[in-house]
């Protein structure tokens, strides 16, 4: 096989390839860190690479299959980490100054189920400072660009996982979303990423908001998620949020069919403004439900109704209290936007937090009911196309202000809920930026997610576009 097409494989055609000796881990290895010297320098998608271990692992692991050992599901196949996420013995910066130089002594659960199922890390993705906000420019690892347009973000805040993704270096990337971060970057960079049900996939060492992050993968492919999601998930004791194992093989579980089903699609919350081909792409997606999967569409007027501030409220204390040893000596050194949000934590009494959690109960309850009548929910996942690299998010689409809940209002109250949601890639708008759109499922229905998303990569499949600066 010729060596340019590896990084172009899926995670289970490379593991298929490498079961059958059709491939050696040391050529996979090989053709990825090539496309990444390629191509990194010019999206800077990674901010650390493991390549001495990675080869290493690599070589290991083609003895393993000459030797005929029992192989994991994932032998071989490389992965990249979102730098918020603990690898042992491997920097994980969490895109600030303050841990710059930080190395954990023990791997992340997720991480550890990755290892050991064969497969190999290759380096930690760009991410800005804690994840703080929804582009991914970080003041100790830079700019991360869109392969698509080198001038626009990928997102946040795991935009280095969805650029790398975009570009074809590494078919699997394990992410964080606190409110759209896994979503949004999807969206904005034409790839695949699921936000599990709250507790699906343990989180430890703890967030700075523990109860809304969740960990979850990005790939390019449906099936590639349901086979990183068949690895990572299940209960570690070290997490109290996680839940129990579930028992299911996530790719079979992937595979049936929609129809039939009763499903919402919801064109805007609270009458924000949508460029218009972001909405001419996602309701011709809405329409493929009907059309194609031969699901009950009903266009709907609907909102979970988050009270403005919610998000900034839960994450300036969190986020606060756990830099609090630190912001003595660091405040000055962190991103600004991060600066600003810790200090607007001092305004915030004990009585302002109890009363954020009752409105993020109340959001639980309007969502809740709007489920017990859909099995699931559509929606675009952004506002908008990607935007200029160096600047904030827009807060006006044609004149309009867009809202307090700012360019990704569809992400942030499922991470409240803990609902499972995800962004599929759903067009190319005219100005050759990808969209995505928004599946969420009922509560713990991982597979009503998966199942949706796959029906319509089937019919609608996006793995075979490629940007331009992959291709060169």
Not at 21 to 26: D, E, I, N, R
Not at 64 to 87: M, Q, Y
Not at 345 to 351: D, E, L, M
């Amino acid at each position: 096989m010729n060596a340019q097409e590896i990084p172009t494989l899926s995670a289970i055609e490379l593991a298929n390839l490498i079961r059958r000796k059709a491939l050696s881990p040391v050529e996979v290895i090989d053709a990825v860190f090539a496309r990444i010297h390629k191509l990194n320098r010019k999206i800077n998608a990674y901010c650390t690479l493991t390549e001495e271990a990675a080869r290493a692992e690599a070589k290991q692991a083609e003895q393993a299959v000459i030797a005929g050992a029992e192989l994991g599901p994932l032998h071989g196949v490389p992965f990249s980490v979102k730098d918020l996420i603990a690898t042992a013995g491997v920097r994980t910066m969490r895109g600030s100054r303050i841990f710059e130089h930080s190395i954990p002594t023990e791997d992340a659960p997720a991480i550890a189920r990755l290892k050991q199922a064969g497969a190999i890390l290759i380096g930690k993705t760009n991410t800005p400072e804690f994840g703080c906000k929804g582009v991914t420019d970080s003041p100790v690892s830079g700019i991360t660009r869109n392969p698509w347009n080198l001038e626009r973000t990928p997102g946040g805040s795991s935009g280095g996982a969805s650029a790398a993704l975009a570009a074809g270096l590494g078919p699997l990337a394990l992410a964080t979303d606190g409110g759209g971060s896994i979503r949004a970057p999807a969206a904005l960079s034409g790839v695949y990423g699921l936000k599990p049900s709250f507790g699906r996939v343990p989180n430890w060492p703890p967030a700075p908001v523990p109860s809304q992050l969740h960990v979850g993968p990005m790939t390019r492919t449906v099936g590639d998620a349901a086979l990183l999601l068949n690895v990572i998930a299940g209960p570690d004791g070290r997490d109290l949020n996680t839940l129990p194992a579930s028992g299911i093989d996530y790719m079979s579980a992937s595979k049936g069919r929609v129809g039939g089903l009763k499903v919402a699609w919801v064109k805007t919350f609270d009458r924000a403004p949508v460029e218009a081909e972001v909405a001419r792409l996602t309701a011709e997606a809405a329409r493929v439900f009907v059309d194609e999967l031969r699901a009950n569409v009903e266009e709907i007027e609907w909102s979970p109704e988050v009270p403005p501030g919610l998000s900034k409220l839960f994450l300036a204390c969190g986020v606060g209290a756990f830099l609090e040893d630190y912001l003595p000596e660091w405040e000055d050194r962190l991103d600004p936007t991060l600066a600003k949000l810790i200090e607007s934590r001092q305004a915030i009494s004990g009585v302002d937090y109890a009363k954020g959690l009752k409105q993020r109960n109340l959001v639980a309850e309007r969502v809740n009911r709007l489920f017990a009548d859909y099995a699931l929910l559509l929606t675009p996942t952004v506002l908008v196309t990607a935007f200029e690299i160096g600047r904030n998010p827009p807060a006006y689409i044609d004149g309009q202000f867009i809202g307090s809940a700012g360019f990704s209002p569809f992400t942030y109250a499922f991470n409240l809920t803990g609902h499972p949601a995800a962004s599929v890639p759903c067009g190319f708008a005219d100005n050759g930026l990808p969209v995505g759109l928004h599946i969420v499922g009922r509560r713990f229905d991982d597979v009503g997610v998966l199942k949706a998303s796959a029906a319509f990569e089937a019919v609608r499949p996006w793995q075979q576009h490629w940007p331009e600066i992959a291709l060169s």
